[in-house]
């Protein structure tokens, strides 16, 4: 049998003392979810997986998983969305799986897994379809992170107060701190900071800042081995363990990376792209901070692995949606996957296609 990854399931705790900013739900309903929590039991076998790649996902699976107490936590990439994890869950005999932070394109996936098992889906990503079945509930909110979609829903669970700092700091990271303003102003407030804005972006200094971006850059650090940042995250407010010092290590090779950003970028259209060969895979925090200076641009950061070419796309002012400009991208291109949303995302091409990408892009080489 899996062992248990985290606390056990939780009763109704304590009222919260930070109201939180209600999420207007685009498919699914809280009742559901209600349900389908209410419904769960010690005979469940439970799996919880998330989006490894950005803080955002390692924090909606923590902070889920404080109130689910769940068999295993499987933090994977989109590319891992196939057959081979219906067969892990099948294997491992999962009759419930919670996804955060994921969306989900192949709906003859989510109809394998409801063979055999029921599904909670919790994303904030654009939809490509309302997956919501007798055997699937799925919920989606615009503009509010994965972080702080589990944090509201799972808080009607469990207390979950000793965790608002985490789903603060998700909030921050990948770009979701207008909706939920008047919580994230209060949280930041209750840990000695300030919610400022610097443009469009919250202000890159402070308490949480720091928090979020330390562990951003140790998810970087160890992207081969996300769980190990997944477990140095405590309860206590700032508890990250020892991954400071990686982060550290990470930070200088962005210092170093955004110098060649200033001297190697290609104008196209109305942004920049620029090519790396990186030590680390740093190109989506490359983007946003870059995005942060050039605000009105879309920044593009691309980077060739093995047999493919992954991208990041950033725009602060929102004036051009990245989610939509990545699919114009990609349509048509075999086994290329990518989206996001208005302000953020990213994604990959075959590497054969990385011509046939620049050049939608408008990137003469």
Known sequence: ALPRAGNSRGSAGKIMIIELVKPDFIAGSEKRFADFISNLNDKDKIALISHQADLDGIAAAKIANFALGSDAVKLINYEDIDESLVRWLAENKINKAIFTDLRVDDLKIIKNIETFCEILLIDHHKMSEDYNSRKTVF?????????????????????????????????????????????????FEKYGDRLEFDGFYVRKSGIFWDIQ?????????????????????????????????????????????????????????????WEIIPRFKVGSIVSTITSSKYPNKTVIIARAEEEKYHFSARRQDKEKDMDLLIKSLISGLSGAIGGGHIAAGGGHVMLKDKGEFKKRLGVVS
């Open 213 to 273: 971006y330390k562990l951003s850059l140790a998810i970087i650090y160890f992207r081969d081995n996300v769980m190990k940042v997944y477990d140095s995250i405590g309860e206590n407010f700032g508890d990250i363990g020892n991954l400071g010092k990686y982060a550290k290590e990470v930070d200088s090779y962005i210092n170093e990376c955004l110098e060649k950003f200033e001297k190697e970028k290609i104008a196209f259209n109305d942004g920049y792209f």
């Open 139 to 187: 919920l989606n909110a615009q503009e509010f992170c994965a972080g702080y979609l589990a944090y509201y829903l799972f808080s009607k669970v469990q207390n979950l107060e000793k965790l608002d700092w985490l789903a603060a700091c998700s909030c921050v990271s990948d770009f979701c701190h207008k909706k939920p303003a008047e919580w994230l102003k209060k949280v």
